[in-house]
Nanobody, 129 residues
Framework: QVQVTESGGGSVQSGGSLRLSCAVS????????MGWFRQAPGKEREGVAG???????SYADSVKGRFTISHDNDKNTLYLQMDSLKPEDTAMYHC???????????????????????WGQGTQVTVSS
């Protein structure tokens, strides 16, 4: 069973940067996605960024141009570089490992992954104005 563990959250002022990391345990899937979600109190969960096993990337419109997702294959670690942070980016950020099963909606369109296999406990990001 795949396990993911986030780190790197914290508090920054508006305009600042943070880098989140997600350690991913060993897996045998040939096709998969890894991604970041966030959820703020009283708001729906939002898929922030995803990357698939072919290296294709998808971003939510709210973070395009500011956030960068990457995966270090040697370290098996997923990253989210967050620049130009805004107060509305304040949320709990969760790392996830995903695959494709059946015909459900994808979490990071146009990436095809629609099944959550692993979900991290989350790391808090707080951006003050």
């Amino acid at each position: 069973q795949v396990q993911v563990t986030e780190s790197g959250g914290g508090s920054v002022q508006s305009g600042g940067s943070l880098r989140l990391s997600c350690a991913v345990s060993e897996y045998t899937y040939r096709r998969y996605c890894m991604g970041w979600f966030r959820q703020a109190p009283g708001k729906e969960r939002e898929g922030v960024a995803g990357i698939d096993s072919d290296g294709q990337i998808s971003y939510a419109d709210s973070v395009k141009g500011r956030f960068t997702i990457s995966h270090d294959n040697d370290k098996n670690t997923l990253y989210l570089q967050m620049d130009s942070l805004k107060p509305e980016d304040t949320a709990m950020y969760h790392c996830a490992f995903l695959t494709t099963y059946g015909s459900g909606d994808a979490y990071f369109p146009p990436l095809g992954c629609n099944a959550l296999n692993a979900w991290g406990q989350g790391t808090q990001v707080t951006v003050s104005s």
